[in-house]
């Protein structure tokens, strides 16, 4: 695990968008799996300057998603397909019909996520998976448990998560209460992973993930056995690591 200090938020952005970018020039073809929430905004503004810059080309590139929201359709504000479509896909040349995330509008869960599944298993490995740490250490929608889970499942967030998220919609009790999530396994089977954190909110929860002891009470800690896992923190998510 190798862990880089950056400055702040925006130095945090460059570098992990450089390495995204490194990973599609010497791939184009590549599986990158991607993140929503507030953390890698300022990447895929980066991402995007450098296509616009003609410097990156997404025509081959496919992406997984590490999760959505159960019920919110692709149109709905707060899902991230939208998301996604808003900060990634639709500023750049990437192929619609290769960009992925569970089906929020299935309602069936165990068929949203069998679904997934497959779509995983047919991308093959995914070179390089992008991650925002949750301020309970939760990884995609992966909340402290018993257990590391495998893979894409239905879970049920927890009240801190609903609350951080809560920023999002107008209301606490518009937040969807389920969610799709990648599973640990899958994340862990990615080839590499590129975790971006950034503020002083979440000083204390890098410290326990990633110097604490492996817990899946810690969802993220389990990323300090991952063979080629990137953390890109900046100065205040830091704080508490001298
Ligand atoms: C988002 C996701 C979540 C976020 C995490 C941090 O797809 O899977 O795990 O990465 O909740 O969110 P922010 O970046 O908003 O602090």
Redesign the pocket.
């Known amino acids: 695990m190798k862990i880089y200090r950056a400055k702040d938020y925006n130095d945090m952005s460059r570098k992990a968008a450089n390495l995204i970018s490194a990973q599609i020039l010497l791939k184009p073809n590549c599986v990158l799996g991607l993140?929503?929430?507030?953390?890698?905004l300022g990447t895929y503004r980066q991402l995007v300057e450098r296509y616009n810059q003609g410097d990156l080309d997404f025509s081959e590139i496919t992406t997984v998603?590490?999760?959505e929201y159960k019920g919110l359709t692709h149109d709905n504000s707060q899902s991230?397909y939208y998301f996604m479509n808003e900060n990634l896909f639709s500023k750049v040349n990437i192929n619609k019909s290769k960009v992925f995330l569970p089906d929020g509008t299935e309602p069936d869960s165990e068929t949203a996520c069998q679904k997934y599944n497959e779509i995983l298993h047919a991308v093959g490995v995914i070179d390089l998976q992008l991650?925002?740490?949750?301020?309970n250490g939760?990884?995609?929608?992966n909340e402290p448990a018993d257990f590391f889970t495998t893979e894409t499942h239905c879970i049920t967030l927890s009240e801190r998560?609903i609350q951080?998220?809560a920023r999002f919609f107008a209301t606490a009790e518009e937040v969807p209460r389920q969610a799709y999530?990648m599973g640990i396994k899958t994340i862990m089977s990615a080839e590499k992973v590129l975790v971006v954190i950034s503020g002083e909110d979440?000083a204390d929860i890098v410290k326990k993930a990633f110097f604490g002891p492996i817990t899946p009470q810690v969802p993220a800690s389990i990323l300090q056995l991952h063979r080629n896992a990137v953390i890109i923190a900046d100065e205040a998510a830091l704080s508490k690591c001298e």
């Open positions: 993140a929503t929430g507030s953390t890698p998603n590490l999760d991230y991650l925002g740490l949750g301020h939760h990884i995609g929608f998560t951080a998220n999530t979440k």
